[in-house]
Nanobody, 115 residues
Framework: QVQLVESGGGLVQPGGSLRLSCAAS????????MGWYRQAPGKQRELVAT???????NYADSVKGRFTISRDNPKNTVYLQMNSLKPEDTAVYYC?????????WGQGTQVTVSS
């Protein structure tokens, strides 16, 4: 079955950095658009960043210039480097794999930005 397993979340001070990882199994990784979404308490889940297998990226305006998505196709892994973190980045971050009508989600990892 498909599994997306996130890691790397935690507590960080404002201005700090974190790197999230998502290891995928059960899919042909190179054929999927991989992405990161987040959901803060009381808010809807929102897109953070996506990346095609060819390397095209898309970012939410709120994270442009601070977050970088990357992927390692041979390792079936997608990353999210988060710099200059702000309290408003606090959320559960979810890994996503999308191909046509198929959408798969990880279990989420908590990121808390607080002093």
């Amino acid at each position: 079955q498909v599994q997306l397993v996130e890691s790397g979340g935690g507590l960080v001070q404002p201005g700090g950095s974190l790197r999230l990882s998502c290891a995928a199994s059960g899919i042909i990784f190179s054929k999927y658009i991989m992405g990161w979404y987040r959901q803060a308490p009381g808010k809807q889940r929102e897109l953070v960043a996506t990346m095609t297998s060819a390397g095209s990226t898309n970012y939410a305006d709120s994270v442009k210039g601070r977050f970088t998505i990357s992927r390692d196709n041979p390792k079936n892994t997608v990353y999210l480097q988060m710099n200059s973190l702000k309290p408003e980045d606090t959320a559960v971050y979810y890994c996503n794999a999308n191909k046509e009508v198929w959408w798969y989600w990880g279990q989420g990892t908590q990121v808390t930005v607080s002093s």
